[in-house]
């Protein structure tokens, strides 16, 4: 028996690709969240507290999930279904710097940082976000130790609404 003639488990679940210019899948968790849809998981199903921090025209940001972030934790998605940089188009490589560009001194203004590390893994949903998390200048733990840390950093959802907030007007008035 061939490879070809045995019977994907996907084939039970016809994947559905969405229209351009985003081409969102109904497999896709992240593609879920963006168009109102449930994604069974309880990060992304909670809320994002404080609503989107940036609506770009390729690219949203919004406060990471509380259960595992501190305060003032962003990610920022692409609105289109891609996995990494080179599947970026020109337009969206040509917002995604002057975006972070904004967006960075806006956490570490609202938070009060000096540094905000970045991550990107893309294991749970194979599409582009990345994680901006303002690193606190509390304990010993530094780099990818304070990443793993657990129990994760978490934060409240008045909290996590507050910054989001304040990141926003300050991602505005720049
Ligand atoms: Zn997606």
């Known amino acids: 028996m061939s490879v070809s003639s045995e019977e994907k488990p996907s084939s039970e679940h ?3 690709i969405g229209p351009a210019p985003y081409y969102h899948r109904s ?3 992240i ?5 109102g849809l449930k994604t069974g998981s309880v990060l992304l199903d909670s809320g994002r507290p404080g609503g989107y921090i940036v609506e770009g025209e390729h690219f949203l940001a919004e406060h990471a999930p509380l259960q595992e972030s501190s305060a003032g934790t ?3 998605e692409a609105r289109r279904h891609l996995l990494d ?3 970026m188009t020109p337009a969206e490589l040509a917002e995604f710097g002057p975006t972070l560009h904004r967006l960075i001194p806006a956490i570490k203004a609202a938070t009060g940082v000096q540094r ?7 294991e749970r949903a194979p599409h582009f976000h990345l994680w901006l998390v303002p690193k606190k200048n509390e304990g010993e733990l530094l780099g990818a130790a304070y990443l793993a840390q657990q129990p994760p950093l ?3 959802y008045g ?3 507050a910054m989001a907030r304040k990141i926003r007007e300050l991602f505005e008035q720049s």
């Not at 593609?31 to 168009?35: A, T």
Request: net charge negative; hydrophobic share 35%; proline share 3%.
């Open 116 to 122: 905000v590390y970045y991550l990107a893994v893309m």
């Open 27 to 29: 497999d896709c968790n």
């Open 159 to 161: 909290e996590a609404e």
């Open 14 to 16: 016809p994947v559905e």
């Open 154 to 156: 978490s934060t409240s």
């Open 74 to 76: 962003v990610i920022l």
């Open 85 to 87: 940089f080179g599947e």
């Open 31 to 35: 593609c879920r969240k963006q168009d």
